[in-house]
């Protein structure tokens, strides 16, 4: 399957979005001052993955090591930038005020910057002109057409995997232990933006991974899950949709 793109500049992936960022990304973001979010979620981890099955390698590779009770998991944690309404360095007109300096996820907008996830139009926030036929071909049966773009996606998924032990670190600094059970939702934590960027910046130049699984608390909106874990020996609390946790399910009461 071909599809075609090119940008209307519309501006709606400028809006209201969470961009994913790299460490240094994320510093250069919340050292203006702009809000940078740790959106973290917990993966089950009985067994080490077979070294056969690349999804399950990357679900290692994307995340550190953590303890719940006394039931391991690991920790995948993303940053992202967050703005409710127009991006900070969006201009009147629709144009990047950053345009030299945005983060490579703005680069390649709307492909998919996460490996194994197809990229899908109707996921996307582009109007339908800008996947006209007659446009510049994007994808050719999921692979993507510009080799620059490639670079760029490539250069973002690696940048991200590298980060992991600083978030590992930045986290423990921070205090933050909470993250959601994986495939339910997203735990947000909200650093204030000046701290994060300091903290991610001793955390890359500096400073020791934790030296063993440390403890984190599940949270989930929904009470089988919240039975299933503290049955299963996790330390686990119920929490409600809002400003702390993204939750795929609605709140039950
Ligand atoms: S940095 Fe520029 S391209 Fe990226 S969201 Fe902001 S205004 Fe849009
Ligand atoms: S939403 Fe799509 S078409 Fe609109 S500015 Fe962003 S990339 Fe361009």
Known sequence: MTVHFDCTQCGKCCHNLRLTLS??????????????????????????????????????????????GSVPFRIAVTLVAYHNGPCPHLLPDMRCGNYAGRPRICRIYPLESRPFTAMSPENRLCPPEAWASELPVLERDGAIADPEAARIV????????AGVPVLA??????????AA????????????PLVLSETLRG?????EEPAEARPWTLVTNRRPTLTMLTDAGCDAALIRQ????LGSFPDEP
């Open 23 to 68: 460490v240094d990304e994320a510093i250069v973001w919340a050292g203006r001052g702009h809000t940078v979010q740790l959106l973290a979620e917990a993966l089950p981890w009985v067994s080490e993955p077979d070294p056969a099955d690349p999804q399950a390698l990357h679900q290692r590779d994307r995340s550190f090591p953590a303890i719940s």
């Open 154 to 161: 490539a250069d973002h998924r690696q940048a991200v995997l």
């Open 169 to 178: 670190k930045a986290c423990e600094a921070l205090g933050l232990s909470s």
């Open 181 to 192: 059970f994986a495939n339910e939702g997203l735990a947000v934590h909200m650093p204030e």
């Open 203 to 207: 955390a890359r130049d500096g400073g």
């Open 242 to 245: 809002g400003p702390g946790y």
